[in-house]
């Protein structure tokens, strides 16, 4: 059975039916609407009803409904020659109180930037949506990393070491899981960042912080830590990517980590936790 108090990603029209028979106070067509908007969140690309048909295994019409409702509420945008829907500028408003709410953002951006700099990197704040996390806040050294973690870009859990270091704070219960869920819904994902994975996993209570070499593509290496401060249900992550190009991955270890632990001890201590 499905935990209803955790967020669920539902890919078509057979989980939402799982979903549904789980907690018949779902709110099905609600929920419809939603997972047309996530199937930008990875390919944000205009779309045809056809394509969100096809992909969400839901009926042409019923589509073609949803979609002409959110365009009138400005969450989708309707491209007439090319008979296409994207992402409207309703979802970016929608997204801002929640942006400005991130707690003490303001008096750690000073603290990221400084690290930034100096790492010529990119130090990142998220949270994690399911089995994803979310970047909130980035900030980056001009000649930085060479995939820049935007606000609002989404990363698989297993692929970060922001993720990575969630999953080690998890209790047993909550980490196996979770990585199960992973592993069914996400097998590719899952068997090449498993060794990674693992290692982050065996050593983050000695380090301090988790590590990712590579796993998310282009070069890019990170050391991830979770912090203990609450943005409502969800534990805020902080990460710090370099160019694999320019750094080894023994400093990783013996510099960028240890001074991305101490920024996110530091922020706990400002949050009152000690």
Do not use: W
């Not at 959110?70 to 409207?88: C, N, V």
């Amino acid at each position: 059975m499905r935990t209803h108090s955790a967020p669920q990603h539902l890919r078509d029209q057979n989980e939402l039916q799982l979903l549904r028979q789980d907690n018949p106070s779902f709110a099905g067509t609600l929920a419809k609407g939603m997972m047309i908007l996530q199937c930008f969140v990875s390919d944000p690309r205009p779309q045809a009803n056809s394509e969100l048909a096809q992909r969400l295994g839901m009926p042409r019409p019923t589509i073609s409904r949803l979609c002409r409702t959110l365009q009138a509420m400005g969450y989708l945008d309707h491209d007439e020659q090319l008979d296409r829907y994207f992402i409207g500028p309703a979802i970016v408003s929608l997204g801002y109180p929640y942006l400005i709410s991130t707690p003490l953002l303001n008096q750690l951006r000073p603290a990221m930037q400084a690290m930034a700099t100096q790492m010529m990197g990119a130090v990142s704040i998220g949270v994690a949506m399911d089995l994803d996390v979310v970047y909130l806040e980035s900030c980056t050294h001009e000649q930085g990393t060479l995939k820049r973690p935007a606000v609002g870009a989404v990363r698989g859990i297993v692929e970060t070491a922001m993720g990575r270091a969630l999953l080690a704070s998890l209790e047993e219960n909550a980490r196996s899981e979770t990585l199960e869920r992973i592993r069914n819904q996400r097998p590719d994902d899952y068997q090449r960042c498993l060794a990674g994975m693992e290692e982050s996993l065996m050593h983050y209570r000695k380090r301090g912080f988790a590590i990712n070499l590579g796993d998310a593509g282009l070069g890019v290496l990170a050391v991830g830590v979770a912090s203990r401060i609450r943005y409502g249900s969800r534990q805020l992550l902080f990460n710090c990517a370099v160019p694999g190009y320019r750094v080894k991955p023994q400093e990783l270890l013996k510099t960028i980590g240890p001074r991305l632990t101490d920024m996110v001890r530091m922020a706990d201590a400002q949050s009152g936790l000690r």
